[in-house]
């Protein structure tokens, strides 16, 4: 490959501006070699004026000079895709962290980066295609096991047209560098296919049949999400919130127990210290379908606030290309990325080094299309062979001061199908999770009778409506009519949109018991009570709720659950 | 021997500009004229035209003085030699001995790899309740203590440095009222504390963008203790409002479009890796760090505060003259208030749900209804949970101050009345004396 080298004429922050005369590609990788020392730091070219190259360095700029070399490639960035990907922690650019860790110890180093698939291990490979079948981007040309899949060999998506499988590996053990496939198309050119390729992080990877309108839920067993506010697999949802209202923990129990293939967490820009509590519980934690660890489901891109700005907002784009990768696959995979406020706010930085005319509050006019085109890369799909696959993206959204005009979040409402506001007046009080019930919308149908959800809405609508009222008027002068419908929206509020995260059972809720408590609960706001004064309907609502809370903690099915179902029943007559 | 340059282009605010070869991003320079000699440091490089952020200000410096770069980025000695020591904003000495020349380190070094991180587990005590009890303090946590500006934050941070279990001190001031300093100083001396603490100062007198150094100096050489001589380090900062202001300044200066009331666009990123300095290494020493951030006008809102609970985990709220129960929030004491003594856990429930009740009475008694025998009992309580719990001035340690609790609340209340199961009662309920 004929490398292009340029020298740096101007360093501001984590912008480098180098000439160069030759041919340059928008957003090729380069690397700065800094004379001093000799290190090289990785960059993406991000704007090119004349024979100026503004590039951004994904490492600190500390000791760069004017008139040191860059070496220009001809990659755009991108992620080496391939078996091995599973249970592994990837910083931003794709680069393996234990490995890093391994060679560096406890501080990360500049200018040092590892391969990101293990090229001496072996995989048992077992052919899909013989010769002379004929194939095209993203058919599978055989499988290799990768944990609790079998991860597809594919025919990379950049080929177009139709090629002819001319030679295929037998089946067995290969590492990702050999051979696996030759093919050759009409005109005579010939392909190589191992069992990886590279993929150019900022470009959709495509190579399905057709894109479809999500309609199957994806469970997360969290029954404010799943019944009031559900999601659909392929879609998106984002979750804004103040600090301290929970966004993190309502990803983290998402990314434990959604029923769904495989998870990508993209830690990004966020606290180190919540990414090392996934790090260290999920090989511990079983996955309660397949009951292996947690972790062989999970890829994590870490890229936690110390870490460079200009690599979180690749990171965001390396966790959606990987996630794109196996739905290729036919798995239904949920991207989880936390913050995007501060990828946001990498563009925001970068932005403003290269002088941009500013949007509002100094983000950059190209917000809105950035984020609109990432979530925009979630989508159901149907691939060649006719199986579904997905990819789902959930982002928090970290708005400054909890305020929820702010450019972030509402771009982002704009694009999304669901709306999980988190406020802090709930988490204040200790209502986890802080999901507003009355703020949050959901454009997708849930799969927890999607029917009776409006009026379970309505009940706590007005239960909110009545509850202000009170604050002006006092209890006394609440007709008790209005004072029962209060204590039935807070009722409810409290035993089924509250979950308790650290209860062994109350943490998830599966489906079917959502449809039988839901449907039991709907009974109960329904219903017409008497009661001859207010304090006589507060008790009873108290004892009604400490049973039912009580129930939620028994086991579904139970014998505990039955006898305390016996109680409801029987507080009830 | 380096070029010497004396032709300065431009002055604008804390900022000059001249022509210059061979400068690397971030490289020290000093500046001698006849004010004397400053440091700067280079923050931006255009072709020939390098531009220097200069330390001690701007005042007094003409277009005619020298420039010598010095080859390296800010560096700091490290070693024991470092223990009792004060230095200034820019690393030199404040307290007439001589500089430190030896084993010079990077400051602003890389971040921790993540995957070397573990989880916190080991709980600092500091003989204040309020955080011992209620908001414990984790080895490896960060945190900010956010205060209005009149409150006696710098008293809290004083009595934590010399109460609380760590093997080294590492103080941070940014901004301080020199009286402030003298009071670190003195309180450091008396407490018996100076000679495993380590003081960098910078006084409100002093150029403002010079405080920017104080906490890369600072973490850097808590840093260096705790991986290489496995030491605990404790970190104490105030203010890093002061800090992020003068963020604010030379990013105007360097005409950066503001994103937030004039604050630089990546305030986050200059915040988060400075906390995220707060590491547990594993096998070695720790790093954990207390900062003042104090906001403007109450307004918990105002992007320092703001990016800071972002960014730290959790945060003490100081209002009135105590920490405030509600609001404030240690994220990590989950991870070990469930180890000290069986009763911790639902002596913190039990205390904090009487206080928030009996803050309900007080409100209903303001309002002039009438105070039902329930409602004395908290007001009573109250009183003594305010006077004896959340002085700031009590230190006793946690198991004493456990036991105080149970005394407050068997004084006003029933067993029953407080909410904890009955093994715990039998066990912890003082026994009347009959």
């Known amino acids: 490959m004929s490398e292009i080298s340029g020298k740096i004429i101007a360093i501001y922050g984590n912008m480098v501006t180098a000439e160069v005369d030759s041919k340059v590609k928008q957003n090729a990788v380069a690397y700065c070699c800094k004379s001093r020392d000799g290190i090289k730091l990785k960059s993406e070219i991000i704007r090119l004026r004349g024979n100026e190259a503004d590039m951004q360095v994904f490492e600190s700029t500390r000791g760069l000079m004017v008139g040191d070399t860059v070496e220009i490639t001809e990659d755009l960035v991108s992620v080496e895709v391939g078996p091995g990907i599973l249970m592994q922690i990837y910083d931003g650019l794709q680069n393996p962290l234990p490995q890093l860790a391994e060679e560096c110890g406890f501080f990360l180093k500049s200018g040092v980066y590892s391969p990101p698939l293990s090229e001496s291990k072996k995989w048992h490979f077992t052919p899909l295609v013989k010769p002379g079948d004929k194939v095209q981007a993203a058919h599978h040309l055989g499988w290799v096991p990768e944990g609790i899949f079998q991860h597809k060999i594919l025919v990379p998506p950049y080929l177009s047209g139709e090629w002819k499988v001319q030679e295929i590996a037998k089946e067995g053990n290969y590492t990702i560098r050999e051979r696996m496939a030759i093919l050759v198309n009409e005109k005579g050119d010939q392909k190589e296919i191992t069992m990886s390729f590279k993929w150019p992080v900022k470009i959709p990877m495509k190579g399905y049949a057709q894109r479809l309108l999500p309609s199957e839920p994806l469970v997360t067993q969290q029954r404010v999400m799943d019944t009031m506010f559900p999601i659909c697999k392929g879609g998106t949802y984002c979750i804004p919130g103040p600090f301290g209202a929970g966004k993190t923990v309502l990803q983290q129990i998402t990314s434990r127990y959604a029923e769904i293939d495989v998870v990508v967490v993209a830690a990004c820009g966020e606290r180190a210290g919540e990414v090392v509590e996934t790090l260290r519980e999920f090989p511990h934690l079983q996955d309660p379908k397949t009951g292996k660890p947690l972790m062989e489901r999970t890829i994590i891109i870490c890229n936690t606030s110390s870490m460079p700005v200009a690599a979180r907002e690749a990171s965001v784009y390396t966790a959606i290309t990987l996630a794109e990768y196996y739905r290729l696959m036919g798995l239904h995979v949920l991207l989880l990325a936390d913050s995007t406020s501060r990828w946001a706010q990498a563009l925001r930085e970068m932005s403003g080094r290269l002088e941009e005319i500013p949007g509002e509050e100094a983000f950059p006019a190209y917000l809105e299309s950035v984020i609109a085109n990432f979530y925009e890369r979630a989508a159901l799909v149907k691939l060649y062979n006719g199986q579904t696959s997905s990819v789902t993206i959930g982002g928090t959204v970290s708005p400054a001061g909890g305020n929820f005009e702010e450019p972030v979040t509402q771009a982002t409402l704009k694009v999304v199908g669901a709306f999980?506001?988190?406020?802090?007046?709930?988490?204040?009080?200790?209502?986890?999770?802080?999901?507003?019930?009355?703020?949050?919308?959901?454009?997708?149908?849930?799969?927890?009778?999607?029917?009776?959800?409006?009026?379970?809405r309505q009940i706590l609508v007005r239960g909110n409506e009545v509850s202000q009222m009170m604050t002006v008027v006092g209890e006394e002068g609440t007709s008790i009519q209005d004072f029962v419908l209060y204590l039935k929206a807070e009722f409810f509020d409290r035993v089924y949109l509250q979950q308790n995260a650290y209860n062994e059972v109350d943490q998830a809720c599966s489906l079917s018991r959502q449809e039988y408590v839901f449907s039991a609960l709907l009974g109960i706001l329904q219903k017409e009570f008497s009661f001859e004064s207010k304090d006589q309907a507060r008790k009873f609502f108290f004892q009604l709720q400490s049973l039912v809370l009580n129930w939620n903690e028994a086991a579904w099915q139970s014998d505990s659950f039955k006898e305390i179902e016996g109680k409801i029943k029987e507080l009830l007559k | 021997m380096r070029t010497v340059y004396n032709k300065i282009d431009q002055i604008t605010g804390n900022v000059v500009s001249l022509k210059a070869k061979d400068v690397a991003y971030e490289d020290l320079a000093v500046i001698e004229g006849e004010r004397g000699v400053s440091l700067a440091q280079v923050i931006r490089i255009n072709r020939d035209q390098v531009y220097l952020q200069v330390f001690a200000g701007t005042k007094g410096i003409s277009n005619r003085d020298q420039v010598r770069f010095l080859g390296h980025s800010m560096e700091i000695s490290f070693?024991?030699?470092?223990?009792?020591?004060?230095?200034?904003?820019?690393?030199?000495?404040?307290?007439?001995?001589?500089?430190?020349?030896?084993?010079?380190?990077?400051?602003?070094?890389?971040?921790?790899?993540?995957?070397?991180?573990?989880?916190?587990?080991?709980?600092?005590?500091?003989?204040?309740?309020?955080?011992?009890?209620?908001?414990?303090?984790?080895?490896?946590?960060?945190?900010?203590?956010?205060?209005?500006?009149?409150?006696?934050?710098?008293?809290?941070?004083?009595?934590?440095?010399?109460?609380?279990?760590?093997?080294?001190?590492?103080?941070?001031?940014?901004?301080?009222?020199?009286?402030?300093?003298?009071?670190?100083?003195?309180?450091?001396?008396?407490?018996?504390?100076?000679?495993?603490?380590?003081?960098?100062?910078?006084?409100?007198?002093?150029?403002?963008?010079?405080?920017?150094?104080?906490?890369?100096?600072?973490?850097?050489?808590?840093?260096?203790?705790?991986?290489?001589?496995?030491?605990?380090?404790?970190?104490?900062?105030?203010?890093?409002?002061?800090?992020?202001?003068?963020?604010?300044?030379?990013?105007?200066?360097?005409?950066?479009?503001?994103?937030?009331?004039?604050?630089?666009?990546?305030?986050?990123?200059?915040?988060?890796?400075?906390?995220?300095?707060?590491?547990?290494?594993?096998?070695?020493?720790?790093?954990?760090?207390?900062?003042?951030?104090t906001m403007p006008g109450d307004d918990v809102t105002h992007p320092v505060p703001d990016n800071t609970g972002y960014i730290t985990e959790g945060q003490f709220y100081l209002r009135r003259g105590w920490i405030e129960p509600f609001g404030s929030l240690s994220r990590l004491k989950q991870l070990v208030n469930g180890k000290t003594r069986d009763d911790h856990r639902s002596i913190m429930t039990a205390c904090i749900q009487l206080y928030a009740k009996c803050k309900e009475a007080r409100e209903k008694q303001a309002m002039g209804f009438v105070m039902s025998s329930w409602d004395k009992k908290l007001l009573g309580y109250g009183k003594r949970f305010e006077q004896e719990m959340m002085d700031l001035k009590v230190n006793i340690s946690l198991e004493k101050a456990l036991d105080r609790c149970w005394q407050i609340m068997a004084e006003f209340f029933e067993p029953q009345e407080i909410g904890i199961t009955e093994k715990l009662i039998n066990q912890y309920w003082p026994k009347k004396n009959v």
């Not at chain 2, 404040?94 to 971040?111: F, K, Q, T, V």
């Open chain 1, 420 to 456: 999980h506001g988190l406020s802090r007046a709930r988490a204040d009080a200790r209502r986890f999770p802080s999901i507003d019930p009355l703020d949050s919308w959901s454009k997708y149908t849930g799969a927890v009778l999607p029917d009776k959800v409006p009026s379970a």
């Open chain 2, 79 to 293: 070693s024991e030699n470092l223990m009792g020591r004060i230095f200034n904003g820019s690393g030199v000495p404040r307290d007439d001995r001589s500089p430190l020349s030896e084993n010079m380190i990077e400051i602003g070094a890389p971040s921790v790899n993540p995957v070397k991180r573990i989880m916190p587990s080991r709980m600092i005590r500091t003989g204040i309740p309020m955080i011992d009890i209620f908001n414990s303090l984790v080895e490896s946590q960060k945190l900010p203590i956010f205060s209005i500006p009149g409150e006696p934050y710098n008293t809290l941070l004083a009595r934590i440095a010399l109460q609380a279990e760590a093997d080294i001190i590492v103080f941070g001031g940014m901004g301080l009222k020199y009286d402030d300093y003298l009071f670190f100083r003195n309180t450091f001396e008396k407490g018996g504390v100076m000679h495993r603490s380590i003081m960098f100062a910078h006084t409100a007198a002093d150029p403002v963008v010079e405080c920017l150094l104080v906490p890369d100096m600072v973490l850097a050489v808590a840093e260096n203790f705790a991986v290489q001589h496995s030491k605990k380090v404790l970190v104490l900062l105030t203010d890093m409002t002061a800090f992020s202001d003068a963020l604010k300044e030379i990013s105007i200066i360097m005409e950066q479009i503001p994103s937030n009331r004039g604050y630089p666009g990546d305030l986050y990123s200059q915040l988060a890796r400075r906390y995220e300095k707060a590491v547990d290494f594993e096998g070695r020493g720790s790093v954990t760090t207390l900062a003042v951030t």
